[in-house]
């Protein structure tokens, strides 16, 4: 048993003990622990995965963690303590930021004479423990105790300093938590009279101006869409494609420990139904942590999980409140330091990633450059059949995630990540802090921080599948959030555009720009797009007295080719996904679309006075389940 206190006065030398030289696996046979068999099967495993020993032992229900402690405390020399009854050293504990002591799973217990009593959970680690504390603390002397306890300990102790880390975890120069603090908003509603007074005086002058504008924000987004589709199909003349999930590469390491982090917030129907999803994956369930992440306050959510069954390998994280902030980002930022993982990925609530999706990100990680940081799984919808703004939904995303992100991704261009199935190196992820906590998009702008910092994002090609939004009002809510974050992330970076140039390169930066203000600008714009329909129908347009009938006739000639560009690429990506039916609908997106314009004002309005409100997506309208699609096992998984 271990012991319950650690005596100041202790007479023992005082310096590290030796380590023992037998082995983990030897002291549990001793100890009548486990089996030879059972430890040549933990040692078979652990060729192939990169988890110590006794996590493979109890991971496979071949020892339980008391056997193992006793075991490790065998091995290192290390006395075993029990931390239930520890009164915290708040003295000792400030020496080092909170997160130092969560991610190194330790506690500074006492000092002993000159020497620092550190209670540890893997002693395996102890030499990069030491150098870690070089300079604050260089006399230590470590005990064991169970991360269980550890963790329990710092989190009830230091949980407000982590909400607080979570917060402001990037610097105030890479975050939009500036534009709380500067006169950003102030400008925007500077600028509203002056376009007022234009109109007011000037009123074809500036419809004329907004029609040209609407026009090259369109033009822009489509270039870039344009790019992408061509590229995609001379890529596939060649067979060469980027997405190649089946190829295994030669001289493969151990499978890489994986944390998924799963935001959950207010999910009062989803919860049961995600834990099925997630006990289908196949990965190494010792190489496999699976982080449910709730706020303390989130009753609705806490009470659904309580009637489920968690497996060992799913855990759930509490971020406590900390102010008003409440983002999906900021929840991540707190769990960023419970995870154990070498590679950090994300799933939303409703997701159902393909069963052997973790497999194929290890391996991809495995033969992508050094450079590449991030990988960006497809996203789909198990849904489509549920009515017209779900088809529609669809093909919108497979257009985007299976023809268009693919082909960006091929010409080396900035890439917008998805929110979710997104996968990235946690060292990558420690070196920008984590994810901003104020941006209601931290995805996508975690996507051009990435590559600033000289990283890439790779496209791979393993789906999941998600719940369509179904009902239009929750559609222009979500949308409405996606926009809004567009515009905030667009204005971060924007802050110093020659810095920005700088570090993407003109082909990237031109890129940035055809995106971000491309996507916004055709919804914000999107009524002066539907003048030009006039011309085509032979009705008047408000901007004949100032421009010749030809330039009028050409822009609404140039809007039809667009119109005729998309549905084109939504018919190949309908085949592309393996839902050929859904090709019938794609004429019908030129219904679907204008719905962004509400949404884009929407965003205008919130991005003025509501910077930071998160407008929560709610799930579970669709009764289909993904078990029950033809199309969630494609041809292309």
Known sequence: MPDQSISSHDTRPHHIPSRSHRRLGRHLIDNHAIQGTDLLRALVLQRHQNAPLGHILISQG????????????????????????LTPNIRLLN??????????????????GS??????????????????????????????????QIVTFLTAHLRKDLALRANTRIPMQDSSRHLHQTNSSLAVIVMLPVLIGATVFAPRVMFTA??????????????????????????????????????TPRGIRRLPRISMLVPLYHESEISKALLRRLKRLTYPRSLLEVILVLEEHDKITRTALTKATLPQWVKIIEVPQCGTLTTKPRAMNYALDFCHGDIIGVWDAEDAPARGQLEQVARRFESAGA?????????????????????????????????????????????????????????????????????????????????????????????????????????????????????????????????????????????????????????????????????LLGLPHPS?????????????????????????IAITAAFASNRRSLALWAPTLIFYFPLGAI????????????????????????GAEPSTQPALHSSHQ
Not at 120 to 139: C, Y
Not at 214 to 240: E, P, Y
Not at 607 to 614: A, D, M, N, R, V
């Open 95 to 112: 020496r080092k930021p909170a997160q130092f002591w969560l991610r190194h799973r330790a506690i500074p217990w006492k000092c002993s």
């Open 210 to 247: 907004m029609c040209a504008l609407s026009l090259l924000a369109l033009s822009l987004f489509v270039g870039l869409k344009t790019f992408g589709f061509v590229t995609h199909l001379a890529q596939r003349k060649r067979s060469d494609s980027i997405l190649t999930p089946n190829i």
């Open 62 to 85: 071949l020892a339980n963690q008391d056997q193992v402690l006793d075991a490790l405390s065998q091995q290192h020399g290390l006395q075993r303590v029990d931390l239930s009854d």
């Open 371 to 535: 450079d590449v940081a991030c990988l960006q799984g497809v996203l789909d919808y198990y849904n489509p059949r549920t009515n017209w703004l779900s088809r529609c939904f669809t093909l919108e995303y497979a257009s985007w995630f299976r023809i268009v992100l693919p082909g960006i991704a091929r010409l080396g261009l900035v890439i917008p990540l998805g929110g979710t199935t997104l996968f990235v190196k946690r060292d990558a992820l420690d070196q920008l802090g984590g994810w901003d906590a104020h941006n209601v998009t931290e995805d996508a702008d975690l996507g051009v921080r990435l590559y600033r910092a000289g990283y890439r994002t790779e496209m791979i090609e393993t789906a999941t599948h998600e719940e369509a939004n179904c009902q239009p009002w929750p559609w222009i809510r979500q949308r409405s959030r996606w926009l809004k974050g567009f515009m905030v992330t667009y204005l971060v970076h924007m802050r110093r555009p020659k810095m920005l140039l700088a570090q993407l390169g003109v082909k990237r930066f031109l890129g940035f720009q055809a995106f971000f203000l491309g996507s916004v600008g055709q919804f914000l714009l999107a009524p002066f797009l539907w003048s030009f329909w006039l011309i």
């Open 115 to 148: 020497q620092l009593i550190i209670a540890i959970a893997h002693p395996e680690h102890l030499d990069t423990l030491k150098n870690a504390l070089h300079g604050s603390f260089d006399s230590i002397r470590p005990v064991l105790a169970s991360e269980e």
């Open 544 to 568: 004949a007295a100032l421009l010749p009938a030809g330039v009028l006739f050409g822009a609404a000639l140039l809007l039809v080719t667009f119109e005729l560009l998309g549905i084109g």
């Open 599 to 622: 949404a884009a004002y929407k965003a205008l309005r919130e991005l003025i006075w509501q910077p930071f409100f998160w407008d929560k997506t709610t799930h579970g309208h669709s």
